[in-house]
């Protein structure tokens, strides 16, 4: 088996992003359990509000390449009003079963304040759609800014439940794929 790729997709703009910095451990911890790695930050990437009728998709296309080479892909959003950001939705709207199907996805959600599980209920949702796997553990870490301090995270729990997620990242990369999910078969997009 050749070695296992696993790509870190940060749904946060902000530069000193808690998200950037919690998929950066997980990714490392990634590389340790024998991955190699790639954070795709969407700061670097110009991916404009998906319209289907546009002729100019930006970086879309090479985008999309580097998610569909991924074995596993790990999801970083911040929570805004209870759910995922609006760039990383974008990103994921740019992508379809080409990208995920069968592809093994991790979740972490970071939040200023006590409550990140919405948003990762709505990207296993996400996952569901598009016929990837959704490993069980994921992160979510709320009230942010007292688990890090000068930049490094100080909240030994949440490093290892984030350095599971990476490590567990790797361990299911090539899992038996589940049958089609109900909600992928409503997943087809629409037409007018």
């Known amino acids: 088996?050749?070695?296992?790729?696993?790509?870190?997709?940060?749904?946060?703009?902000?530069?000193?992003?808690?998200?950037?910095?919690?998929?950066?451990?997980?990714?490392?911890?990634?590389?340790?359990?024998?991955?190699?790695t790639e954070l795709l930050d969407?700061?670097?990437?110009?991916?404009?509000?998906?319209?289907?009728?546009?002729?100019?998709?930006?970086?879309?296309d090479a985008f999309r390449d580097r998610v569909r080479a991924a074995d596993a892909v790990l999801l970083g959003t911040p929570v805004?009003?209870?759910?995922?950001?609006?760039?990383?939705?974008?990103?994921?709207?740019?992508c379809g079963f080409d990208e995920f199907e069968?592809?093994?996805i991790g979740l972490l959600a970071v939040a200023g304040g006590r409550f990140p599980i919405t948003a990762l209920e709505h990207l296993r949702t996400v996952g569901r759609s598009l016929d990837a796997w959704v490993i069980p553990h994921q992160v979510a870490i709320p009230r942010?800014?007292?688990?890090?301090?000068?930049?490094?995270?100080?909240?030994?729990?949440?490093?290892?439940?984030?350095?599971?997620?990476?490590?567990?990242?790797?361990?299911?990369?090539?899992?038996?794929?589940?049958?089609a999910s109900f909600e992928s078969g409503e997943n087809v997009g629409a037409d007018d």
Do not use: Q
């Open 102 to 104: 069968h592809t093994t």
């Open 42 to 60: 969407l700061r670097e990437w110009e991916l404009p509000v998906l319209d289907a009728d546009a002729d100019d998709a930006g970086e879309a």
């Open 144 to 179: 942010a800014s007292s688990a890090y301090e000068d930049g490094d995270l100080v909240d030994e729990e949440l490093r290892e439940w984030i350095e599971v997620l990476g490590r567990e990242a790797v361990e299911y990369a090539h899992i038996e794929p589940d049958p």
């Open 1 to 36: 088996m050749s070695e296992t790729h696993v790509v870190g997709i940060c749904g946060s703009l902000r530069d000193g992003s808690y998200t950037r910095k919690s998929l950066r451990i997980a990714l490392e911890a990634a590389e340790n359990a024998g991955a190699s």
């Open 80 to 94: 805004y009003h209870g759910s995922f950001s609006a760039p990383l939705k974008n990103a994921l709207d740019y």
